[in-house]
């Protein structure tokens, strides 16, 4: 007879049948059942973070750089709250992850008891789905059938609600056999149709001015995902452009890579998808940052759209062909059938000449400086330095940003952590640190801007407490960089607020924490501070300090179309003052 079990013990249980060896969390009255469960056990390593929020972008960083769901465990109120801003981003930038919340117990539901919130109704927008469990009964299979909404069709994160008596009473556990898990109204279709890979391929090959746009989806299919992007690649020859999301699932290195496209994409890819015949999208989905003014977007195409959120075909951008199918599935069936239909390797010359005079416009160059640091010169050189070692690369969101997705070549999927379609600062330190359990033998770096770090500060605790040698690279301009270009090119610079008198000393702020912390302040200290940052095998903190009123172009501004992009060396605003002259 089956042995009764808590309904936290079931949740542990359930965790380590489903091979979870890590969860982020932060401990509360509604979740100690849990923390007990968990103290009990030695599968399941915990790692405290320092802020629930902190908790679900560690999540989320370990699930991007490994490609096994995050889990986050944490208590009712506003445990929960605080976490939801991490489930949001991972809701936009489709990351599979479960999240583990406490509530009061049931017979207190709905009486707003201590650190009572309504969870399920807070967070319905934000997870792919949700679950309040009220019988311990259930648990089991709620937990095995959260991972497998959280991990199938387009990733998400799914939200268990565990009521604290819940969490106590018992009942009995059985894992669920293989192919029993899901309900009937949850389908992926996952291979797509014949008939439409046969269209596609025919329109591939009647194109003149192809162009393959990708996106997250091709990282989210699987490793082999990005392979079967090479491949398709070779034989249509057409050139591939990506998604700020997408970056590493075609090596930067190729002849045929355009880099990014879209607001701070470059000229040619902007260019190119302006003026291609055949858009090709790839695990995309048309983000008004990409499309800029949808009238003029790739407006001589015609369009396939491949994805397997069926939602996202005809969303945003009307297609001629929308295939329903797993990305890495539908191009591995279209490199079938190409070669099957023995079609030679496409060349497309005259498309490539025009390319190459876009691309003659080098609209990723800055000024040199020998006075001050500039921003991009540091992301090369940062590159330059550690590309050996293939690191993983985290962000968090603003100038510093876009900088390190033009200048920082990736070559491979899952080596670059981002907050894409919800833009959240403070993502970046806690993903690095959920990347660096993922992999520790991994060189993990988050390159950060002065305003974002501080959203997060707080979790340099948690990499002190693990011994997590996360490096943390600031690009330090005093200025919430992004919000001053903006208020720069669009109102007439009318700054909202000034703060660099009030910024920390970042080198005493590390030290503080126990890590090492260095500052760069000229050209000729570069190299050497990049290197002891390297040099160092625990935690690092880089002040990097560079050129204050330095801009991130190219840009298409809000609204405006690829055709309008602004270049460094365009004339922006006749109100700028010399100084910033100087540097577009």
């Known amino acids: 007879m089956a042995t009764e079990k808590s309904g936290a013990e079931i949740l542990i249980e359930a965790l380590c049948d489903l091979g979870v060896d890590v969860v982020f969390g932060y401990p509360g009255g509604a979740v100690l059942p849990i923390y007990d469960a968990l103290f009990k056990q030695k599968r399941i390593r915990h790692i405290l973070v320092r802020q629930e929020g902190g908790a679900a972008h560690a999540a989320e960083g370990y699930a991007r750089s490994t490609g096994k769901p995050g889990v986050v465990l944490v208590t009712s109120g506003p445990g929960a709250t605080n976490a939801v801003t991490g489930i949001a981003d991972a809701l936009m930038d489709s990351i599979p992850m479960v999240i583990i919340t406490g509530q009061v117990p049931t017979q207190l539901i709905g009486t707003d008891a201590f650190q009572e919130a309504d969870t399920i109704g807070i967070t319905r927008h934000c997870t792919k789905h949700n679950y309040l469990v009220k019988d311990p009964a259930k648990l089991g299979d709620v937990?095995?059938?959260?991972?497998?909404?959280?991990?199938?069709?387009?990733?998400?994160?799914?939200?268990?609600?565990?009521?604290?008596?819940v969490q106590i009473a018992t009942a009995t556990y059985k894992k669920p056999g293989v192919g029993t898990v899901g309900r009937k109204a949850y389908r992926v279709q996952v291979k797509p149709e014949q008939a439409q890979i046969e269209e596609a391929i025919a329109m591939i090959a009647a194109a003149k001015r192809p162009i393959l746009y990708t996106g997250g989806g091709v990282i989210n299919a699987g490793p082999g995902a990005s392979q079967i992007l090479r491949e398709l690649a070779r034989i249509t020859g057409a050139p591939v452009t990506?998604?700020?999301?997408?970056?590493?699932?075609?090596?930067?290195?190729?002849?045929?890579?355009?880099?990014?496209?879209?607001?701070?994409?470059?000229?040619?890819?902007?260019?190119?998808?302006?003026?291609?015949?055949l858009v090709v999208a790839l695990g995309a989905r048309f983000d008004d940052r990409v499309t800029?003014?949808?009238?003029?977007?790739?407006?001589?195409?015609?369009?396939?759209?491949?994805?397997?959120?069926?939602?996202?075909?005809?969303?945003?951008?009307?297609?001629?062909?929308?295939?329903?199918?797993?990305?890495?599935?539908?191009?591995?069936?279209?490199?079938?059938?190409?070669?099957?239909?023995?079609?030679?390797?496409?060349?497309?010359?005259?498309?490539?000449?025009?390319?190459?005079?876009?691309?003659?416009?080098?609209?990723?160059?800055?000024?040199?400086?020998?006075?001050?640091?500039?921003?991009?010169?540091?992301?090369?050189?940062?590159?330059?330095?550690?590309?050996?070692?293939?690191?993983?690369?985290?962000?968090?969101?603003?100038?510093?940003?876009?900088?390190?997705?033009?200048?920082?070549?990736?070559?491979?999927?899952?080596?670059?952590?981002?907050?894409?379609?919800?833009?959240?600062?403070?993502?970046?330190?806690?993903?690095?640190?959920?990347?660096?359990?993922?992999?520790?033998?991994?060189?993990?770096?988050?390159?950060?801007?002065?305003?974002?770090?501080?959203?997060?500060?707080?979790?340099?605790?948690?990499?002190?407490?693990?011994?997590?040698?996360?490096?943390?690279?600031?690009?330090?301009?005093?200025?919430?960089?992004?919000?001053r270009q903006w208020q720069?090119?669009?109102?007439?610079?009318?700054?909202?607020?000034?703060?660099?008198?009030?910024?920390?000393?970042?080198?005493?702020?590390?030290?503080?924490?126990?890590?090492?912390?260095?500052?760069?302040?000229?050209?000729?200290?570069?190299?050497?501070?990049?290197?002891?940052?390297?040099?160092?095998?625990?935690?690092?903190?880089?002040?990097?300090?560079?050129?204050?009123?330095?801009?991130?172009?190219?840009?298409?501004p809000s609204g405006a179309s690829h055709t309008d992009m602004i270049l460094q060396s365009d004339q922006v605003s006749g109100e700028m003052d010399d100084e910033a002259k100087a540097l577009v």
């Open 292 to 483: 800029g003014r949808l009238d003029a977007f790739a407006p001589n195409s015609k369009k396939i759209h491949v994805d397997i959120d069926r939602s996202s075909i005809n969303k945003v951008v009307r297609v001629d062909l929308g295939i329903v199918a797993d990305v890495g599935r539908a191009m591995e069936d279209m490199v079938k059938l190409w070669k099957a239909r023995a079609y030679p390797p496409a060349t497309h010359t005259a498309w490539y000449e025009q390319i190459d005079g876009w691309r003659a416009k080098k609209s990723l160059a800055f000024p040199d400086s020998t006075r001050e640091i500039m921003p991009q010169l540091a992301i090369r050189r940062l590159w330059e330095a550690t590309n050996a070692r293939k690191p993983i690369i985290s962000t968090e969101v603003g100038q510093h940003q876009m900088w390190a997705a033009q200048h920082f070549d990736f070559e491979q999927p899952n080596k670059w952590l981002t907050s894409g379609g919800l833009g959240t600062m403070g993502y970046g330190l806690p993903a690095a640190i959920g990347a660096q359990v993922g992999n520790p033998n991994a060189l993990v770096i988050d390159i950060a801007g002065e305003a974002s770090i501080l959203m997060n500060i707080q979790e340099m605790a948690t990499a002190t407490q693990y011994r997590l040698p996360v490096k943390v690279f600031i690009l330090n301009n005093e200025y919430m960089g992004m919000v």
């Open 143 to 165: 937990i095995h059938e959260a991972f497998h909404i959280a991990t199938t069709g387009r990733p998400g994160p799914v939200l268990i609600d565990l009521p604290k008596n």
């Open 242 to 277: 990506s998604t700020l999301m997408g970056l590493g699932a075609f090596p930067a290195s190729s002849p045929q890579w355009l880099g990014m496209l879209g607001m701070h994409g470059t000229y040619e890819a902007n260019w190119a998808m302006n003026q291609a015949d």
């Open 488 to 556: 720069e090119l669009t109102y007439s610079s009318r700054y909202s607020e000034s703060y660099s008198d009030s910024l920390p000393d970042f080198v005493k702020l590390a030290e503080s924490f126990g890590w090492k912390g260095i500052r760069i302040d000229t050209v000729s200290e570069l190299d050497d501070g990049i290197a002891d940052m390297l040099a160092h095998d625990g935690p690092v903190m880089v002040d990097c300090r560079v050129a204050k009123l330095a801009n991130c172009f190219p840009m298409i």
